[in-house]
């Protein structure tokens, strides 16, 4: 399907299907209400989350979602079912009517303070604003994030790593992108250090190496994407590295891209006002490494 | 009702009523599910939120918490109508059955992307362990948050001083007093600062006079309580004032409190493992100062 097509057919056709499946009871109602006024991941952001993305009917990356995801329940000292989570991700990716990318979300709760966690899964069209993106690329503003890039070192209060419900910052980073007229944002640490964006892992190339940022410390995703993304670099004799930057040295970088799962590899076409120069090349090679 | 008493009536009868309240819908089973699986409030932590004394079917200081409330849908780019919610407010409470003091939870998320924030009220009997501590004091910890004490000036996506969902720091860290056989938490800032507790303002008396960490650059919440206190104590020649402490300054107040809303004022008898003697006489004042 072509970005434009994907484009007009939602203004054509009608809102596409959504999926709901819940952990313990199945597929439900997708305009039904399924968490209680109590549950901790609505009041607190108490609970875990993951995004993949779906193709043809195929959730990619599914081992190392899951994976992440037992990661962050045992940080919150939750528990984590894996072979439940992998019926119940069949169970929706089954049911989906739609033909197109799909974006899937996995959502464990913390649940109610008498009741159990609460897990679901929702699966939905991917935004056409993501896939378009995708081919034209992104303009990035930087944005201070307040932690030190050291932070997290023997904090693990801190969530470091842990993908929570917790996102309002993130979400309110998007908004001030949008206000600047940009389409994402840079985390900065307060010592000035490039870390990730709301969404998605940075990553850069520079003197035929590339980088990323390096997870522990400062408390970032570990992402899924730029982790096959180097596994795929590195068997093509590609050198990739952990990196701590600051923002002169990306903007001296060759090129930059945001790599998430859902909108995949998006190479960063201006930051900070500055615009950089497309590598095709690179972006193609990138994308092939991210299996986009 | 005594201490004791409240303890023993969780463990001798049923459990106790719970009211929820659905902004355009009324009351609502309590037990039933009001928020669905593409809620940016669950998936999010994208809204916000109040947490309300209720005591012999009067809420206390709800003007300020409206105001708080309609101060954190504001930054939040979320509308909020003060009348409707102070109507849900009285149809929770005129509703709830019970004779104890309340919780009562008031919560805004930003709702489905293409349906409308979903807006409730909760309300249930305060925890025993609340009013216990109230009377005990509490062992405090301080953990560090990771952010510098000036990192909110001029950085509004970091949501300083806005009460969001996005709270699993908040919840990890009391796990974490929890696991240290504490009760709460005192984070302090990347720069060696006292800031706030997970749920609650820190206020110390040194010297004469009543202090709390100042709001604004520091990112910490503007409490209702700690506000009310402050304006009692003023008003009877207190000296207050907003002051940026280290910890060893705390070692030497002559008091420390944690307060809160619900909680209200209770008396830091340890923090970090050093015991401290109570102060009765100044307790008592400042629970008055609270109307606890």
Chains 1, 2 share one sequence.
Not at 95 to 116: Q, Y
Request: a negative charge; hydrophobic letters at 45%.
């Amino acid at each position: 399907m072509s970005e434009q097509r994907s484009e007009q057919s939602t203004e054509a056709v009608p809102a596409p299907a959504n999926v709901v499946a819940v952990l313990g009871r199945g597929l439900v109602d997708a305009d039904a209400p399924i968490v209680r006024a109590d549950d901790a991941g609505l009041t607190r952001g108490d609970g875990c989350f993951e995004g993949l993305h779906v193709r043809d009917g195929v959730v990619t990356k599914l081992d190392a979602h899951l994976a992440r995801m037992a990661r962050s329940a045992a940080a919150l000292g939750l528990e984590f079912d894996t072979a439940a989570w992998r019926e119940l991700v069949a169970t929706a990716v089954t049911a989906w009517p739609e033909s197109g990318e799909g974006a899937l979300k996995l959502v464990l709760t913390r649940g109610a303070a008498d009741g159990r966690p609460t897990g679901f899964a929702f699966l939905t069209v991917v935004a056409p604003a993501a896939i378009r993106q995708r081919g034209e690329g992104v303009r990035v503003i930087s944005l201070q994030r307040g932690v030190t890039s050291a932070a997290f070192t023997d904090a693990p209060w801190l969530l470091g790593g842990v993908k929570t419900l917790s996102y309002a910052i993130n979400m309110a980073a998007g908004r001030e992108a949008e206000r600047r007229g940009a389409d994402d944002v840079l985390f900065v640490s307060a010592d000035g250090y490039a870390l990730e964006t709301p969404t998605g892992s940075l990553v850069w190339a520079a003197g035929g190496t590339l980088h990323t940022t390096p997870t522990g410390a400062t408390g970032i995703l570990a992402g899924t994407t730029q982790r096959l993304l180097f596994d795929n670099a590195d068997a093509t004799g590609w050198r990739t590295a952990n990196t701590l930057a600051h923002l002169d040295e990306l903007h001296a970088a060759d090129a930059l891209w945001i790599v998430s799962s859902v909108r995949g590899p998006v190479e960063v076409i201006e930051l900070d006002g500055v615009a950089r120069s497309r590598s095709p090349h690179l972006d193609g090679e990138i994308k092939r490494f991210c299996d986009f």
